[in-house]
């Protein structure tokens, strides 16, 4: 064989060798694609797309993973406001209602996480007692305990408001309402009371 004949074989292989490995080479996944594209599994080329992320679309749509386009609803809670959830069947974002009394309840109310409805704790929590029947009927009438908003004396009185403090209900999810914490009042007694700034809680609502 002649050597022309040869290097007619050979050019060939290199030109073939050229279209697959060099820069007109295709893409095996999305990651080798740069900006809004992705590497298109029919023809192994990177394509620009409307959107790879829903994060990209306007609030109120999604990003179909299909299409790769910007459509109206939701694909995931991620795509909802604060509040909401996906309701996966009819791509709507949808109000859920409080899943925990802390950060979805006023103060003073709790969280019926059944419902998914706030209601108002019905047990006299920050009672004002500073009257000598209202401290028994904390005391007695309530089994919580009393507590000082001001300063103590000399003589161990209350120079403030003194407010009734109420037992934790240790049996519940949440043992206490939206804006005070079940804490151990007494250093040698393990009993828990529901505690708040009393004072800053009625003035907003408790």
Do not use: K
């Amino acid at each position: 064989m002649s050597p022309l004949l040869r290097l007619g074989l050979v050019l060939p292989l290199l030109l073939s060798s050229c279209n697959q490995w060099g820069d007109g080479g295709g893409c095996v996944d999305d990651g080798e694609c740069e900006g809004l594209a992705i590497c298109d599994p029919v023809t192994a080329q990177c394509r620009e797309v409307d959107c790879t992320s829903s994060a990209q679309c306007a609030l109120g749509n999604h990003c179909d993973a299909t299409i790769h386009t910007c459509v109206t609803g939701c694909d995931a809670d991620s795509d909802c406001l604060a509040g909401e959830s996906c309701n996966t069947a009819t791509s709507a974002c949808e109000t859920y209602g409080c899943r925990t009394t802390e950060l979805d309840c006023s103060y003073g109310e709790r969280c019926d996480t059944s419902s998914g409805s706030c209601y108002q704790d019905s047990d006299p929590h920050c009672l004002l007692s500073n009257d000598f029947s209202a401290q028994l009927a904390c005391i007695y009438d309530y089994s919580g305990v009393l507590g000082c908003w001001g300063d103590i004396d000399t003589y161990g009185n209350c120079t403030g408001n003194l407010y009734c403090l109420l037992p934790c209900n240790t049996s519940d999810a949440d043992p206490c309402p939206r804006g005070t914490n079940c804490v151990q009042a007494f250093q040698n007694d393990t009993s828990t009371y529901c505690y708040g700034d009393c004072p800053y809680l009625i003035e907003n609502g408790f």
